[in-house]
Nanobody, 125 residues
Framework: EAQLVASGGGAVQAGGSLTLSCEDP????????LGWFRQPLGKEREGVAA???????KYTDSVKGRFTISRDNAKHTLYLHLNNLNPNDTAMYYC???????????????????WGQGTQVTVTS
């Protein structure tokens, strides 16, 4: 099964914005829980946001009110809109599909699988 590939990262100043994209060619795109995760250099990977097939979104506390996860089922594309960025948001960002039955949440990292290529977000102060 194909891995999802994230794109849209870059270098921005604190307070800036970015939109990450992730295309998933899977035939059942609209049926899956999809998530965004990130891994700062030298640190553990952490969940950022997850979006269930019914539109329910969950976020980790540090990004609530700043990041928005969305999807376009017609385009088989997942997005992460990052606003009011700060240097703590610097990380490699990954999009992943949930593989195992679990609550659709960024806290359920164990249930997501087939980690593919990420996209780097660098925020300078």
């Amino acid at each position: 099964e194909a891995q999802l590939v994230a794109s849209g990262g870059g270098a921005v100043q604190a307070g800036g914005s970015l939109t990450l994209s992730c295309e998933d060619p899977g035939y059942a795109f609209s049926s899956y829980c999809l998530g965004w995760f990130r891994q700062p250099l030298g640190k553990e990977r952490e969940g950022v946001a997850a979006l269930d097939h019914d539109g329910t979104a969950k976020y980790t506390d540090s990004v609530k009110g700043r990041f928005t996860i969305s999807r376009d089922n017609a385009k088989h594309t997942l997005y992460l809109h990052l606003n009011n960025l700060n240097p703590n948001d610097t990380a490699m960002y990954y999009c992943v599909r949930q593989r195992k039955p679990a609550t659709c949440s960024p806290a359920q990292q164990w249930s997501f699988g087939y980690w593919g290529q990420g996209t780097q977000v660098t925020v300078t102060s």
